[in-house]
């Protein structure tokens, strides 16, 4: 409940200052990553996970994220998104 | 979403104005992943000491290990567990709770001075615990919120029981199971809101609270001010905070938090209670807190010298039993001893433990604590594992060097 109003505030407020200090892995696939993550949370849940998933985890976490969360993640950008997952947080 | 929601959410800046407080984090279990480790902070929200950062949005902070030296956990130090972003610091004068539903005969609306002038007064202390505490010691690690050993907290929590509000409301003879919604709100309209249920049963436990103090004192907001739902001996999940609806209901609640998460494999675990309605085949959701504990002493890696003294000494607690006994070990498991019990401030609650062992010989001595409960249930050896690395009971193996 409550959501409409938090919509587009969230984006607009500075997040926790050290929030911003948290960035992803410098790779092909970064700025993406971090907009598509960071909507709904701190992008530090990624590196907190770094190593537990593998391709077909990270593909499965994606989906959850669009599926059951309603991440407004476009199809065709979810291979790309999975891409950089695996290779920078993936289980080796 | 009202007003408070949205001066709250403007105000996230306010955590720039409290300064992080930045820290590595001394001495976390051997067990975590690398990911884990590296990405803990200490740092303080608002309101909070310095405690472990797990993830700052939604905000997911562990109480450190020293803090468990006390049985009572401080309310700046008790562990601040959120799965979503939006959260509201309510005005506790304009607060109101809903209570209704399909099972009700009547529908209420109830005021926090209504809870503190129309109902029985009780406290109670119990056991917060987090259903994933020691998911990152997993083995193999599983996703989510790593924790250590502390996304967990014993307080006094004093409110009114759920059942004296219940039969205001008169629930039919179908009534099923109790739902629960809070305030905090996702980002995002699809996302699922945070609702949970509980049996009827479950429900009009003398022991299940509406709680607004929290050792004596107002809840803090990131612990469900002005009132939570308090379910003593039963994993946190169900402890919804920010309360605002209670809805008594004919048909099991079929939503994310109850059909796909918090869920364990049936059978696998030492548990008694059973939430049927909500059973399946193969899972089930997860009930009580299963028989545990914590060493606060020794420490990973704590060097002594021969003759000194070694002090075996921590909590011990469960889903509402109590506990019996914490037999403690100095060779890994080998030999035990029954550890000296602190008094019992009540069946939900830490229990203290202690024993000294005096002047060990010279190398390396592998501390054990095992507590076992009074339904006869004891901490496992082995872990049992599942897939979201729930009801992590494994006995502790603390290497202590004298040398």
């Known amino acids: ?92 | 979403m009202d007003r408070r929601t949205f001066l709250w959410t403007s105000g996230l800046g306010a955590f720039v104005a409290a300064g992080p407080s930045f820290a590595e984090v001394p001495g976390q279990p051997a067990g975590l992943g690398e990911g884990a480790r590296a990405s803990a902070v200490l740092e303080a929200l608002p309101g909070k000491r310095a405690l472990i950062k797990r993830s700052y949005r939604p905000p997911n902070f562990e109480t450190p290990l020293e803090v468990f030296r006390d049985t009572i956990t401080p309310n700046d130090a008790f562990f601040v567990r959120y799965h979503l972003a939006g959260i509201p610091d309510p005005d506790p004068a304009q607060w109101r709770l809903s209570l209704g539903g399909a099972a009700a005969g009547k529908s209420l609306s109830l005021s926090l001075a209504d809870l503190q002038s129309g109902f029985e007064q009780v406290e109670l202390p119990a056991v917060c615990l987090c259903s994933g505490n020691r998911r990152g010691l997993s083995s193999p690690h599983v996703a989510g919120v790593q924790w250590g050993y502390g996304a967990m907290g014993n307080a006094r929590w004093g409110g009114v029981r759920l059942r004296d509000l219940l039969a205001k409301v008169a629930p039919a003879a179908e009534a099923m199971e109790v739902l629960f919604d809070g305030a905090d709100s996702p980002v995002l309209e699809r996302t699922p809101d945070y609702v949970k249920s509980l049996p009827l049963w479950k429900a009009l436990d003398e022991n299940t609270l509406l709680a607004f103090t929290m050792n004596g004192e107002p809840l803090p907001r990131w612990n469900g001010a002005p009132v939570r739902l308090v379910v003593p001996g039963w994993t946190a999940t169900y402890w919804v905070k920010h309360l605002d609806s209670i809805r008594v209901e004919t048909q099991p609640l079929k939503n994310f938090w109850m059909a796909s998460a918090y869920r364990i494999p049936k059978g696998k675990f030492p548990v008694v209670d059973r939430f049927l309605t909500q059973e399946t085949e193969t899972t089930t959701p997860i009930t009580e807190i299963i028989v545990n504990s914590l060493l606060t002493s020794p420490l990973e890696g704590q060097r002594l010298a021969p003759g000194d003294p070694l002090l075996v000494e921590g909590i011990a607690w469960d889903g509402g039993f109590g506990i019996a006994s914490v037999d403690v070990s100095t060779d890994g498991g080998v030999h035990w001893s029954r550890a000296e019990l602190a008094p019992e401030l009540g069946r939900f609650s830490f229990r203290g433990f202690r024993q000294v062992f005096p002047g060990l010989s010279a190398g390396r001595h592998v501390v054990m604590a095992r507590a076992s409960n009074r339904a006869g249930t004891t901490q496992t050896l082995d872990l049992i594992f599942n897939p979201a690395g729930y009801h992590n009971n494994v006995v502790q193996r603390i290497a202590v060097d004298i040398v």
Do not use: F
């Open chain 1, 1 to 92: 409940m409550k959501w409409v109003a938090l919509l587009g505030l969230l984006a607009v407020v500075p997040a926790v200052a050290s929030e911003e200090q948290v960035r992803l892995q410098e790779a092909e696939g970064r700025t993406r990553a971090e907009a598509h993550c960071s909507m709904c949370h701190s992008l530090d849940y990624i590196p907190l996970n770094a190593g537990i998933l593998d391709r077909k985890g990270w593909e499965a976490s994606v989906n959850k994220m669009i599926k059951v969360m309603g991440a407004p993640i476009p199809a065709g950008e979810v291979p790309a998104l999975v891409d950089y997952l695996t290779r920078n947080y993936g289980k080796q």
